[in-house]
């Protein structure tokens, strides 16, 4: 099977290796160069714990306004602080 490396680095999977491995879109693939400059790709299966803490413990009772409004503050302070010193995040 072949595949063309567009101008921007990406190569389209071929359906019957999508199928076969039953990827899809947002499928993560794990890439090996080996010494002979052979490329291995493996699907990598998601992984509960890539999760973790993104969601608030169902036993967390409800925040205050006031708690709210202090982490709207805080979000908005570092967002707009001046960058000295700091890497750049991703928004």
């Known amino acids: 099977m072949f595949a063309t490396l567009t101008s921007k680095g990406q190569v389209t999977v071929p359906k019957e290796i999508r199928d076969r491995l039953g990827l899809d879109a947002g499928s993560t693939l794990d890439f090996q ?19 973790r803490g993104i969601l608030r413990s169902p036993h967390a009772g409800p925040l205050s306004v006031e708690q709210m409004d202090e982490g709207i503050e805080k979000h908005l302070r570092e967002k707009h602080a001046p960058a000295v010193g700091r890497p750049k995040t991703p928004r």
């Open 33 to 51: 160069l080996l010494p002979d400059n052979t490329i291995t790709a493996r699907p990598v299966k998601p992984d509960a714990r890539r999760i």
